[in-house]
């Protein structure tokens, strides 16, 4: 049986979306290796990597925002019970927590891939949590339009992991996960209208 604490942590990272984040990820690596006819063992490591990594880094940066969103998730049905509203979790180690996750991600890829994939990873972290969840989230309704640029990467760094640079197919496959994000998350967002006037956000 897991400890509660370790349990506690791991629900910091928001695994469900972590799981969706690095499907598309994968699904990068297995169209490049397809389109060049080389889906074999070597694939199955390269989406190791792409996995941890995209797990560490993901990851972190939701922890990230668990830490700075700790004053409206109380106010939400949907995110009251979080580890650090509920008091599970202090905000000081989440944040710390969030942080060292987030780096030890980006210096995985760094050395396990190339410096293209740690690029992409590290801008990832840094939209998502400063653009998306510090400006964007409390300031605009249009905020998953852009903030979705930050959950449109992972194709993006899979397909680095497996080539070593980005290409117009990577784009493409930005541009699908892009484009779906916002009706994906309005449609939902329905669902919680109230939680969202209880918190104030658009």
């Not at 969030?98 to 990832?124: D, L, R, T």
């Not at 760094?157 to 640079?165: N, S, V």
């Amino acid at each position: 049986m897991i400890p509660s604490f370790i349990a506690d942590y791991f629900s910091l990272t928001k695994p469900r979306v972590v799981i969706l984040l690095q499907i598309t990820a994968i699904c990068a690596v297995i169209v490049h290796d397809s389109l060049e006819g080389s889906l074999e063992k070597e694939s199955i490591g390269t989406i190791l990597v792409v996995l941890i990594g995209g797990y560490l880094t993901a990851g972190g940066a939701n922890a990230i925002n668990m830490w700075y969103d700790r004053d409206i998730d109380p106010k939400m049905r949907r995110t009251a019970g979080r580890a650090i509203p509920s008091g599970k979790i202090k905000p000081v180690p989440a944040l710390f927590f969030g942080i060292s996750i987030s780096i030890i991600g980006v210096i995985w890829f760094y050395i396990m891939s190339n410096e293209v994939a740690a690029f992409w990873s590290a801008f990832s972290i840094l939209f998502y949590v400063l653009v998306y969840s510090m400006w964007l989230k409390r300031s605009t309704p249009q905020n998953i339009v852009i903030g979705g640029i930050a959950g449109s990467t992972p194709p993006v760094i899979g397909w680095a992991i497996a080539t070593g640079d980005i290409s117009l197919e990577s784009i493409i496959l930005f541009l699908i996960i892009f484009m779906w994000t916002p009706s994906h998350f309005w449609a939902l967002s329905l669902y919680k209208t109230e939680d969202y006037k209880n918190a104030k956000l658009s």
